[in-house]
């Protein structure tokens, strides 16, 4: 429970609710499908990292991998959302696009190894690009849902419905005219 645990926590429970209600609405199965993608591109670079020589001794020394998929999320909210304006502890302010990176400096500065972060940074832009870019480029969509999955998570239609008395508007000013 120290400080870089605290700030991972928080941003987990703000940018998975900011995609989960944006990005991600009324695709339940979509959403899992991006937390499920995220976690097995993780854990295979954890594993072939943890083969390789000169990084194995690295990668030995992360046991969770919650830190990097909170940040894939925050990678992948930051993409989709790159012009919005942010300020980091009220000292700066910069646009969503450079979120990913001023929090791997934070992570950086309180002591704390970068490369938890900058693997939730990869897994990131691996989802965003196969899911994102490729198409544009190609016409295909590698990342589509499996239907097995969609078939897991009741994909229901989003209705937003105006009770009949609710005026979102003051009502209008009838003119009448006296002759």
């Known amino acids: 429970m120290d400080l870089d645990f605290l700030f991972h926590m928080f941003f987990l429970a ?25 976690a097995s591109v993780l854990t295979g670079i954890v594993l072939v990292g943890g083969m390789l020589p000169y990084l194995s001794e ?3 020394k992360i046991i969770f ?11 992948v909210w930051s993409k989709q959302n790159p012009y919005i304006h942010m300020s980091f502890l009220g000292l700066f302010t910069f646009t ?15 002591g704390n190894s970068p490369w938890v972060d900058l693997l939730g ?22 990342l589509r849902t499996p239907s097995f999955i969609k ?6 239609a989003v209705v937003v419905a105006r009770p ?8 209008a000013v009838v003119e009448v005219r006296r002759d």
């Open 14 to 38: 703000r940018y998975c609710k900011l995609l989960e209600e944006n990005s991600f609405r009324g695709r339940t199965a979509d959403f899992f499908y991006m937390l499920f993608f995220g």
């Open 58 to 60: 690295t990668f030995a």
């Open 65 to 75: 991998l919650s830190n990097s998929l909170t940040f894939m999320m925050v990678y």
């Open 96 to 110: 969503a696009a450079y979120l990913p990176w001023v929090l791997l400096g934070f992570s950086v500065l309180i």
């Open 121 to 142: 940074m990869i897994a990131g832009h691996a989802y965003y690009f196969l899911e994102e870019v490729y198409p544009r480029i190609t016409g295909r969509r590698p």
């Open 151 to 156: 078939a897991l998570f009741a994909e229901e």
């Open 164 to 171: 009949e008395n609710m005026r979102f508007a003051p009502p």
